[in-house]
């Protein structure tokens, strides 16, 4: 290694080298309190350099922004010399890549608890902000209490994305973007799971080859061989090896393909949904693998999914049942002044957004998420109904043309209803303090021009609603607890919406805010 192994580091005692990579040594120490820990020092030939001592301690500043379940807790930081290093829960266990060389690949239960957590994890650190940019099989430890990610050495934050500049990464894992100049993103560490599910299922990566420069051009130009994988796994693990970044999809509804849970800290929602052929699900996970890899401790709701034709009519729900007109804008002039425009996520551009002639228009050529606050604001009690009438969709067939229509406090807490006219679903979407909230899976909606969605809350529930044709169809509703449960949070919250799309324009001709005080 070049230097003496230490026999402390700060207050810890070091009893072993647990291993040394590209950026630095792991030993294995024991904490004052006699507790084991992982501790991480950066190699002597990089200590130099003030910025790769920068990034390695922003690596424990990432970690520590992560749910604790996912990833190895930080427990601090220090300096051994002029030598950063970062201490870290130690995880006992062998990587996947250890145990697969040693034991063969994966099977049955095993893997399917496997891709849950490793789902599970990589929602948790995009929901954070994060991409991780280096996941591969060795940065996947199998610990007693079931997978961790590791290893967040050249992670990025979604809101410094930049082009290409350097390869960073593993090759057999990295998906196209990081080999040219397009943006990493977290569909990068989609294309990178798939891999590593290829390799637990089979023992050989998606793309093959003798040498570096062979394997990147399977990368960029060959088909993947998913052969070996089992379904339902290899239809979603073919889908995440899209060269399209675009066209991945994303941790959060994968965990919920094969689980019918959504990952959160609230409630668990389960979906039914009509039997598919050719595609199972793994039901059992509902209940022992993904209670512990969740960490769930609420209680479980069943919520159906209908198809278009079976979607409720909703009996009942009539705008004039809210008399009090909180908004009502029909954008017959500029009124961008009025609102206040918001980005919920930083790795999306905010769009240029122009009113006037009876329309609200967002335009990119890039992904873009605005959201827009209007003037009204929720009342402090009662009903109320958030409506918007459709204008025109981009049309370009790319992963987002959304719309959003509820309640908008600021660009970290919004409690919105989402229209993907790509997709041709709808859902529901609640982020508090930029943490979301559990929410029940999509349902299948189509909406024209000229056609009304809308968000009705009542009590500590929310309902959304679709208006084809003069007649008003339910589609899915969700408990949201306190969230707008004061008079307090509650005038905290103003009629909104957002306009969301990969490219092109997405418009809103109208937007209502009615409400009905007690």
């Not at 490793?118 to 929901?127: P, R």
């Not at 707008?484 to 919406?497: E, K, S």
Request: a neutral charge.
């Amino acid at each position: 290694m070049g230097f003496d192994e230490p026999k402390t580091i700060g207050d810890h005692r070091i009893s072993a080298l647990l291993g040394e990579g590209g950026q630095g040594v792991v030993y294995l120490g024991e904490s004052p309190g006699r507790a084991p820990v992982a501790i991480k020092v950066l190699h002597a030939r990089l200590a130099a350099d003030p910025e790769v001592r920068r990034r390695f301690l922003r690596e424990a500043e990432v970690a520590a922004s992560v749910a604790a379940f996912c990833t190895a807790r930080v427990l601090g930081t220090g300096m051994l010399g002029d030598r950063p290093y970062i201490v870290s829960e130690y995880v006992p266990g062998p990587s996947l890549d250890a145990l697969v060389k040693r034991d063969g690949p994966r099977s049955g239960s095993g893997l399917e608890r496997l891709a849950v957590s490793t789902l599970t994890a990589l929602a948790s650190i995009h929901q954070a902000g994060i991409v991780h940019r280096d996941f591969k099989p060795g940065n996947v430890i199998l610990g007693p209490e079931g997978p961790v990610v590791i290893d967040f050495g050249i992670a990025r934050a979604l809101d410094h994305m930049t082009s290409h500049a350097h390869v960073a990464g593993t090759p057999a894992y990295m998906s196209p973007e990081q080999l040219t100049d397009q943006a990493v993103s977290a569909a990068s560490d989609m294309f990178a799971w798939a891999g590593t599910m290829v390799f637990a299922a089979t023992g050989h990566t998606p793309f093959r080859g003798a040498a570096v420069p062979a394997v990147l051009h399977a990368i960029l130009s060959a088909e993947p061989d998913v052969s070996g994988v089992p379904e339902p796994l290899r239809s979603l693990v073919a889908a995440c090896l899209s060269k399209d970044p675009n066209a991945r999809p994303r941790a959060a509804h994968l965990l919920r393909d094969l689980t019918g849970q959504t990952p959160s800290g609230g409630p668990t929602i389960i979906e039914r949904r009509p039997a598919r052929r050719g595609r199972g699900r793994w039901p059992a996970l509902a209940a022992v693998a993904v209670a512990a890899a969740l960490a769930v401790t609420a209680g479980v709701l069943y919520v159906p999914r209908l198809t278009a034709a079976e979607q409720p009519v909703a009996k009942g729900f009539d705008l004039a049942s809210f008399p009090r007109v909180d908004v009502d804008d029909r954008f017959a002039e500029d009124t961008s002044g009025r609102y206040a425009a918001y980005q919920p996520h930083s790795g999306e551009a905010v769009p240029a957004i122009k009113a006037g002639q009876g329309t609200y228009a967002a335009t990119g050529t890039t992904p873009y998420f605005g959201l827009v606050a209007g003037p009204g604001a929720l009342p402090p009690s009662g009903a109320a109904v958030s409506v918007l009438t459709a204008g025109a969709f981009a049309g370009s067939g790319q992963f987002e043309d959304s719309l959003f229509v509820g309640w908008v406090k600021n660009g970290e807490s919004y409690v919105t209803a989402w229209y993907n006219h790509t997709r041709k679903e709808s859902g529901l979407e609640v982020r508090v303090d930029g943490a979301f909230v559990s929410t029940p899976g999509s349902s299948p909606l189509t909406l024209k021009p000229g056609d009304r969605f809308a968000l009705q809350l009542s009590g500590d529930r929310i309902t959304s609603y679709a208006e084809s044709g003069g007649t008003w169809r339910r589609l899915g509703t969700a408990a949201i607890g306190d969230v707008l449960g004061t008079p307090q949070a509650r005038q905290q919250y103003r009629y909104g919406f957002g306009l969301r799309g990969s490219t092109g324009t997405i418009g809103i001709a109208r937007t209502e805010g009615r409400s009905a005080q007690e």
